[in-house]
Nanobody
Framework: QLQLVESGGGLVQPGGSLRLSCAAS????????IGWFRQAPGKEREGVSC????????NYADSVKGRFTISRDNAKNTVYLQMNSLKPEDTAVYYC?????????????????WGQGTQVTVSS
């Protein structure tokens, strides 16, 4: 059974950086694209970024372009989300998810497996 575990969240000041990790087990990395999603209080869950199975294609939400970078290391079964220049609006629970396709999308209904989430709080 595929499992995803997020880590790296925490409290950071505006303008700071965090790197989130998504460790996967129980699957072959080549068969799954990985996406990062987030949900803030009172708001619907939104797609943040995703990466294709081989890492050659990525997508980002407009709100994080130029600030966040997604990458993956299939040998380590891990996907990363480097978050720079963080803003209070980035505060949310961040989830990683997997879909059994090569291409990644920022639409969460297509993702079959989800992690438990990690809290990111951007505040002074």
């Amino acid at each position: 059974q595929l499992q995803l575990v997020e880590s790296g969240g925490g409290l950071v000041q505006p303008g700071g950086s965090l790197r989130l990790s998504c460790a996967a087990s129980g699957f072959t990395p080549d068969y799954y694209a990985i996406g990062w999603f987030r949900q803030a209080p009172g708001k619907e869950r939104e797609g943040v970024s995703c990466v294709s199975t081989s890492g050659e294609s990525t997508n980002y939400a407009d709100s994080v372009k130029g600030r966040f970078t997604i990458s993956r290391d299939n040998a380590k079964n891990t996907v990363y989300l480097q978050m720079n220049s963080l803003k209070p609006e980035d505060t949310a629970v961040y989830y990683c998810a997997a879909r059994p396709f090569r291409r990644c999308v920022l639409s969460d209904p297509s993702y079959d497996y989800w992690g438990q989430g990690t809290q990111v709080t951007v505040s002074s």
